[in-house]
Nanobody, 120 residues
């Protein structure tokens, strides 16, 4: 059974840092495209960072470039999101997402989300 469990959210002051982690089970993260999305109150869910299955390419939303880093630990089967220089507008529920193609079609899975609050 595929499962994604996020952790690491919390309250941080503007300018601070947080590290989110996504623990995957039921599949191997290096065989999937792994993504972090976020959804702020009253807004649509948006893609924040993505890493390809090869691990050779990472992409970021313009709003987080230079501040956020996505990384993958194949040994632990986890995907992390290091968030630095946090701004109030980064506050949202952050979701881990996994996506891969198989002969049965495209498979997409979501975690339950972790809340990030940026406030002084």
């Amino acid at each position: 059974q595929v499962q994604l469990v996020e952790s690491g959210g919390g309250l941080v002051q503007p300018g601070g840092s947080l590290r989110l982690s996504c623990a995957a089970s039921g599949f191997v993260v290096k065989n999937a495209a792994m993504n972090w999305y976020r959804q702020a109150a009253g807004k649509e869910r948006e893609l924040v960072a993505a890493i390809t299955s090869s691990g050779s390419s990472a992409n970021y939303a313009d709003s987080v470039k230079g501040r956020f880093t996505i990384s993958r630990d194949d040994a632990k089967n986890t995907v992390d999101l290091q968030m630095n220089s946090l701004k109030p507008e980064d506050a949202a529920v952050y979701y881990c997402n996994a996506r891969w193609r198989a002969w049965t079609g495209t498979h997409t899975y979501w975690g339950q989300g972790t809340q990030v609050t940026v406030s002084s």
